[in-house]
């Protein structure tokens, strides 16, 4: 499929591109990026004026729950839900049902993505088997067959020296450690963050010193290891700190925070809310502020969603019963989009931390409109506005806090490997 792509705001950090220019698409692949391009009988144009042209958007942190709980999502419908949210590529978590410890189940998630996805998937395998923490997963046998990190989200690796091992053995390889830092002894049965809104509404709370220990045990583990590390949904103050710090002094440190962490508080759980429910959980004001700083000056790296769906029955229950997590892949443009707005980033800058910067950690080879690159594209309208409905979210789950809200800025069309698999 040939494709011409006319007139819009091509942002590109990868070529410092940001100006009105054509895309021209031939073959699956980049062909030319310039002014008053014109092609050949036959190929599709799209009309971009008004809307801004980038990279592919990448999302490295989804839960796509197939294997095991398609109920919730499989990659059919959580492919439908990236490529609507503009995603081009989305890496999926290990916690299914049997986890990415083997060839076997990452096998069945990229062939099943081949056959029936919408958009690029690349599993991440576990950093232990079976998720366990007790012994490390065969990650060369992981990597060669596509997976492209290690993570035990959802579960810390609670042993120091475990995870000393994990980072040793992932730096060989070269293949990137994800943490998901939380002290467990430290969350106990909290079930929102420690703070006002937690005694207020009898709930016991999570402290942030929780994810900030963590976060900082495995800074200096990749410190002492000269290994990278990637910390997931960073949501304090604290971690935030740590990591800027830590980069300042040379450690080979990378995060992400997801799109809930710099818009919400804590009092979204008033009411007692389970679509505000997540792990880590929603923070307060001065976390939101410190998140964001956060992402202005390039502590934090990526925003990925952590795009976590639950069956309605797992959230209409007792607060304290119902399952962490929201999905996101939907509601992510729009809310990066208010950091725009808000002058808390370039749209430079948001591009890097959704298309380029993921593909660089993970060695994608996307997240550019380079001559030659994979033509994974994203068209969006800035200025288009929709409210957020459970009848129109395309995930199998409707677990958002953003249910009813008003958004500004969507996708207007999603193109996978040179096809347009989104359009609107």
Excluded at 198 to 210: C, D, F
Aim: proline content about 4%; hydrophobic content about 40%.
């Amino acid at each position: 499929m040939n494709l011409l792509i006319k007139g819009g705001r091509v942002i590109d950090p990868t070529q410092k591109l940001d100006e009105v220019l054509d895309v021209l698409v031939e073959n699956g692949r980049i062909k030319q990026v310039g002014k008053g391009l014109s092609a050949a009988a036959g190929t599709e144009t799209v009309d971009a004026a008004g809307c801004y042209v980038t990279p592919g958007l990448i999302d490295m942190h989804v839960h796509l729950r197939d294997p095991g709980f398609e109920y919730k999502e499989d990659i059919v419908s959580g492919t439908q839900a990236a490529v609507a949210g503009g995603f081009t590529s989305v890496c999926c978590m290990p916690n299914t049902k049997p986890v990415v410890d083997g060839k076997a189940v990452a096998s069945y998630i990229i062939n099943k993505a081949k056959a029936e996805g919408f958009c690029n998937v690349f599993p991440i395998g576990t950093i232990t088997q079976g998720m366990s923490g007790e012994r490390m997963s065969e990650m060369g046998e992981l990597k060669e067959t596509g997976c492209v990190a290690v993570s035990d989200d959802g579960k810390p690796v609670k042993s120091s020296e475990l995870m000393r091992r994990a980072l040793q053995y992932a730096k060989g390889i070269g293949i990137l450690v994800i943490s998901h830092a939380e002290d467990l002894d430290l969350v106990g049965e909290g079930t929102m963050n420690e703070g006002f809104t937690s005694t207020e509404l009898g709930l016991k709370g999570i402290p942030r010193v929780a994810e900030d220990i963590a976060t900082a045990r495995e800074i200096m583990l990749a410190e002492y290891t000269g290994a990278p590390v990637h910390i997931a949904h960073v949501s304090t103050a604290g971690s935030t700190r740590i990591v800027r710090e830590a980069k300042a002094r040379g450690v080979q440190v990378t995060c992400e925070t997801a799109p809930h962490y710099f818009t919400l508080t804590d009092d979204a759980v008033r009411g007692y809310n389970t679509y505000a429910k997540m792990n880590p959980p929603l923070r307060e004001a001065a976390d939101v502020a410190a998140i964001k700083a956060g992402l202005k000056d390039g502590t934090i790296d990526c925003i990925a969603t952590d795009h976590a769906p639950h069956h309605l029955d797992d959230k209409d229950v007792e607060f304290n019963e119902a399952l962490n997590g929201i999905v996101g892949l939907e509601t992510s443009l729009p809310l990066a989009l208010r950091l725009v707005a808000d002058g808390v980033l370039t749209l430079s800058q948001m591009v890097e931390k959704m298309a380029v910067n993921p593909s660089a950690l993970l060695g994608l080879g996307r997240g550019t409109l380079q001559a030659g690159a994979p033509a994974d594209i994203t068209v969006i309208d800035p200025n288009l506005a929709w409210t957020v409905t459970a009848e129109g979210l395309r995930s199998k789950s409707k677990n958002s806090p953003f249910l009813g809200q008003q958004m500004t800025g969507a996708a207007k069309c999603t193109v996978v490997g040179g096809e347009i698999k989104f359009q609107q």
